[in-house]
């Protein structure tokens, strides 16, 4: 396998633009100095960017480049979620060690193309350069939405129901598992949970069938730092406190029998820093029904776990006694001191 | 000076965030899951990214943290300039070590919207993560273009003739008296090739008002990985051949002087890999006199070094007493091992 010394720097670019597929909307693909997009008219414009970096966000043991790619894919999709917007155009920013396989680049551009193509976009542009040390991975995702109506983390309002999208936690969860199992063959066991961490599925095509009902969604956040951390934004955003409840949360034998394992409190794990790209959506209290029915005939668990607050800042939780605690979680620092 | 580990990832945003300019075309700016924007209707999308590493793209011993936002902004913005689009937009995605300095980081952030301020562009959004080794910077930018009206590689034609802006090769002059000089003290004598390198100046403006005057430019390329493999670039998008001649350069006595104290000739330079940000055009040969007197209202030299051929793929070069030889500089190969 030739690595990108080998094969040098234009060479590389050709491999990797090969790979490209047609999309509509684009007016000049790859290979000039930018790439020339269409936008729909009467669309707003929506962008994000994320970046994985080896060792930080994935562990080149764990992980082939196709499922970093994907993974990569999945969090900006997840953002794009958040808003209601339909995904497009991608740019990928690659920092690559020149000892590097051209394969694990152009098969890492396969699983970001896989899952943007899932959903109707693909990459038409991105740069690439050469580091010494930890490599890296920068995404940045345009998508569309109609005027005005994109979803915010600042629309939540007191009774709001506080709804999550899937299970929330087995990230963590699978990445506290892969730390102490070492290798990926002793894992067979805890597939379901390392799946949510290695191969997490953006909730997009939810997203955009809630946001065809006007009003059901108020607010919204893609959970990525971790459930009590991402609550506390959409709170600070709103104006508004939040409340959430023991009761409610979608069963998950999993999960609880993880915790079990690691020792730590479901509901700790559920809370704590855990990128599963799930959605919370602040729900008009009298879409609940419709919403979950929405959500059930996609085969996605839509559960309300509390509700917004006019107590501005306070997040609380409430135990089965109906004792109310505050919420000590704290959501993903990338740049606190990792725990043992 | 406290640190990104000081102060949490949440406290930095804020920071930076708070530094952020209000914009036109901006219904939700940073803070959110994504920035919402407004495209000008009947305007096509242009986009580009481009990414500085610590140690490969700068030497932080010879720029400042706001410098080094401005050349990362000049990178982007001259290949907008090189499609003729107006900048509007951008993402910035950092890799930062925990150990940094939150000022630094915002001087360059300050560096980057300064630069692009300039040209009526600004920073909507971003990423900020964690490195454990070389800083990392990689900005994505939006511009917008009139349908149809982008300059592209492709549409240089035999008998076009071949211009650049400024003066090409300064930036790779400065940097090997840089590498020679050692320390930023000893470089008065060489302020112009030290700022050629370290402060370009992204040819933005004078691209727009050529680009008013339709048909005058054909096909256009901004010189990032030096001359000769950019110019081979544009001839094999457009499938055509270039002849350079000895004559035509504008005259740099301080490249001169450069290229006799590093003992290179002066040509070799101008030709060899060199991130200068310039543009090099290929223009209607009708109109070397309109498009040379509307870059000398704006003080930028424009140079005319030869011409495009039928000769497909072949680049050339001629010299005083009129023969030809095959260009041999290649571009920048970030992959490449670096020479002595």
Known sequence: MPSLRDLGESEVLERLKAERVAMTGVSLGPGDDAAVLEPASGMELVATTDAFVEGVHYLPTWSAPLAIGARLAAANLSDLAAMAARPRWALLSIGARADSSVESLVELQRGVQSALGRHGAGVVGGNLTAVTGGEWFSLTLLGDVAKGQAWRRSGARPGDRIAVTGFPGRAAAGLALARRLGTRERAADWEALLQAWLAPEPRLDLALEL???????????????????????????????????????????????????????????????????????????????????????????????????????????????????????RGYDPFAPRSA
């Open 211 to 329: 946001a065809t009902r006007r009003g059901v969604v108020r607010a919204a956040i893609d959970l990525s730092d971790g459930l009590a951390g991402d609550l506390a934004k959409v709170c600070a955003a709103s104006g508004v406190g939040a409340r959430l409840s023991a009761d409610g949360w979608t069963a998950d034998p999993e999960l609880d029998r993880a915790a079990a394992t690691l020792g730590v409190d479901v509901t700790t794990i559920r809370l704590s820093p855990s990128d599963d790209y799930e959605l919370l959506l602040a729900v008009d209290p009298a879409q609940t029904t419709e919403s979950q029915a929405i959500a059930a005939a996609r085969g996605i668990p839509l559960a309300f776990i509390g509700e917004f607050t006019p107590r501005a800042g306070s997040v609380t939780i409430e135990d089965r006694s109906g004792v109310e605690r505050p919420s000590d979680e």
